[in-house]
């Protein structure tokens, strides 16, 4: 049998761990779990999660570089807000979408 063909990849934990924080960081965000101007520090998130502090750092340097937290030296992260001209933009967004979404669907509807 051809060895390569069959060779599993290797996991990387370290990886893997920091994509399931980033997702519950995220969803913590989007459901207001985590509030924004508050400060969250990696041992603490760490703990409520359940992992070591070295996925959630990665995590939240992530989710920094992208915008939604501003890193507090020797503090920890804080949660950014919404401003209304992002919202503004969201709802602009959605309804452009969602306009295109049903004109789309809407000719394939059937009682």
């Given at each position: 049998?051809?060895?390569?063909?069959?060779?599993l990849?290797?996991?990387?934990?370290?990886?893997?761990?920091?994509?399931?924080?980033?997702?519950?960081?995220?969803?913590?965000?989007?459901?207001?779990?985590?509030?924004?101007?508050?400060?969250?520090?990696?041992p603490?998130?760490?703990?409520?999660l359940?992992?070591?502090?070295?996925p959630v750092r990665?995590?939240?340097?992530?989710?920094?570089?992208?915008?939604?937290?501003?890193?507090?030296?020797n503090?920890?992260?804080?949660?950014?807000?919404?401003?209304?001209?992002?919202?503004?933009?969201?709802?602009?967004?959605?309804?452009?979408?969602?306009?295109?979404a049903?004109?789309?669907?809407g000719?394939k509807?059937?009682k």
């Amino acid at each position: 049998m051809d060895r390569e063909a069959n060779a599993l990849r290797q996991l990387s934990p370290p990886d893997f761990l920091r994509d399931l924080a980033l997702r519950a960081i995220r969803q913590g965000i989007f459901t207001n779990e985590l509030k924004p101007g508050a400060v969250y520090s990696e041992p603490a998130l760490a703990k409520q999660l359940g992992i070591s502090r070295a996925p959630v750092r990665e995590a939240l340097r992530d989710l920094a570089g992208r915008g939604y937290f501003d890193v507090i030296r020797n503090k920890g992260y804080r949660l950014k807000g919404l401003g209304a001209k992002e919202i503004r933009d969201i709802y602009q967004f959605r309804r452009l979408v969602e306009r295109v979404a049903l004109e789309d669907g809407g000719g394939k509807l059937t009682k």
